[in-house]
């Protein structure tokens, strides 16, 4: 007997999720994509006891409990997917942060708030305290001199046998001291080597600031130490935090660092680092997330959201862990073609409204392109330019022609291997280097 017939309480009402779906498709007239993985072997109690008035309410009643959930593509089409903890619909995020809002009324109210906030981010990220810092010096490549800027490559023991790699990018010539920039990349293909990437860390140098570019967890030269497939492990959000806090510590010892200039700026994953380190560190100055920041997307990357930190203060969101940099000048930039396109609508006026408890409205700046999609595209480069030349008092005559138009093509885009640390293959690195993702675990037991 087939099991749709099969429909009683010792059975539980059990049915296929297959033949639910069809049900469905044929009780309001609709389409639902899936493949034959996404339902096979997959079953329902009380199937059909589920069944709502209307299609949305009944979708959400059988896929819920299977931790599924539907995009809809268009009216009558929807398309199965597995349940995405980091993405909410918009008007839930909405609702969400108006919920948090509630909680503070003025500047007191909310540096309570953002102090019991940070402190529950730090043990959160199992980085409470900070571990020891290795004694070891850094691993610094000779300099390589381009027009107007060099390049050197630096590597940081973080923990024991732990290393975090960049490239440190530096203007050529100087005066006094010179502010710090901050670089943690996205999840684009080609990580920090990419030409878009490059190209604004030697504009930055070429303004006059240093910045320096890292590997995430696992990617680039840290995968000599642990496997790809690491990064999508919880600790690649605790290890990429506290490298970036080791960077800082770094960069900040150096003789000529403006410690009053310090800033981060980074494009979607990379974005969700600049906004978690802008709350955290209070040694940054200034913040940029580009294509990043929503209330009702939390990061669908461990490295984003792999630690509890949206759990935080009876839970969080990444908005209000961006409000956690005011007052210092935050520019966010989004487009109309990922989960940052209604930035403009609700969540600005949420961070502009945290901003005016300080009277510094005017500090929180939002650049939304409702045409470009989800990249770190000249469009995108161009604002970030203009933000630091503006609170740092960045040399724009050493980037523009004589028409006043950023000219970038005076940036050498070099080879991917150029950019390495410990060599072209991995023979350089370091003998106690610790290798393997289960070895990293023990150092936080």
């Known amino acids: 007997m087939r099991s749709t017939r099969a429909q009683d309480s010792d059975r539980q009402y059990r049915m296929p999720l297959k033949d639910v779906l069809q049900q469905i498709e044929a009780r309001f007239g609709v389409k639902i994509k899936y493949n034959e993985n996404q339902v096979k072997d997959r079953n329902l109690t009380y199937a059909l006891w589920r069944f709502r008035p209307t299609v949305d309410e009944t979708l959400s009643q059988v896929l819920a409990p299977l931790d599924l959930k539907v995009n809809k593509e268009k009216e009558g089409v929807y398309k199965l997917k597995e349940y995405e903890y980091y993405r909410w619909p918009v008007q839930e995020g909405w609702e969400k942060l108006d919920t948090l809002a509630a909680r503070y009324h003025d500047k007191a109210s909310w540096e309570l708030r953002k102090d019991s906030l940070r402190k529950e981010l730090w043990k959160a990220l199992k980085i409470s305290p900070l571990p020891a810092k290795p004694v070891s010096k850094p691993i610094v490549t000779p300099v390589r001199k381009m027009d107007g800027y060099t390049v050197q490559n630096i590597a940081l023991e973080i923990l024991p046998g732990v290393y975090v790699n960049g490239?440190?990018?530096?203007?050529?010539?100087?005066?006094?001291?010179?502010?710090?920039?901050?670089?943690?990349?996205?999840?684009?293909?080609?990580?920090?080597?990419?030409?878009?990437?490059?190209?604004?860390?030697?504009?930055?140098?070429?303004?006059?600031?240093?910045?320096?570019?890292?590997?995430?967890?696992?990617?680039?030269?840290?995968?000599?130490?642990?496997?790809?497939?690491?990064h999508r492990k919880s600790l690649s959000q605790t290890v990429q935090t506290l490298g970036a806090v080791r960077i800082l510590d770094y960069l900040l010892s150096l003789p000529d660092a403006d410690t009053?200039?310090?800033?981060?700026?980074?494009?979607?994953?990379?974005?969700?680092?600049?906004?978690?380190?802008?709350?955290?560190?209070?040694?940054i100055k200034l913040s940029i997330p580009v294509v990043s920041?929503?209330?009702?997307?939390?990061?669908?990357?461990?490295?984003?959201?792999?630690?509890?930190?949206?759990?935080?203060?009876?839970?969080?969101?990444?908005?209000?862990?961006?409000?956690?940099?005011?007052?210092?000048?935050?520019?966010?930039?989004?487009?109309?073609?990922?989960?940052?396109a209604h930035m403009p609508e609700h969540d600005l006026p949420y961070?502009?409204?945290?901003?005016?408890?300080?009277?510094?409205?005017?500090?929180?700046e939002n650049i939304h392109l409702p045409q470009d999609g989800h990249d770190f595209g000249f469009s995108k480069r161009k604002p970030v330019y203009d933000f630091m030349i503006k609170h740092f008092g960045l040399n724009e005559k050493a980037v523009k022609d004589k028409q006043g138009n950023y000219d970038e093509s005076k940036c050498t885009i070099e080879d991917e291997k150029a950019l390495y640390v410990f060599g072209k293959n991995g023979e350089k690195l370091p003998g106690n280097a610790l290798k393997g993702y289960e070895n990293l675990e023990k150092l936080f037991q």
């Open 351 to 364: 961070l502009q409204k945290l901003y005016s408890y300080y009277g510094k409205r005017e500090l929180m």
């Open 293 to 340: 920041l929503s209330s009702y997307f939390y990061g669908g990357c461990p490295c984003e959201s792999g630690m509890p930190i949206h759990l935080c203060g009876g839970g969080t969101n990444n908005v209000e862990l961006a409000a956690m940099a005011a007052p210092n000048p935050q520019l966010v930039i989004s487009d109309g073609g990922d989960w940052t």
């Open 260 to 283: 009053s200039r310090v800033a981060i700026c980074g494009g979607s994953g990379g974005g969700s680092q600049t906004v978690l380190m802008a709350a955290l560190d209070p040694r």
């Open 167 to 230: 490239s440190l990018y530096r203007p050529m010539k100087a005066k006094g001291k010179i502010p710090v920039v901050l670089s943690p990349d996205g999840h684009w293909q080609g990580h920090r080597f990419r030409k878009d990437a490059q190209i604004r860390f030697a504009m930055t140098a070429r303004m006059g600031a240093m910045a320096f570019s890292y590997d995430l967890f696992g990617w680039g030269e840290s995968g000599l130490q642990f496997k790809y497939e690491d």
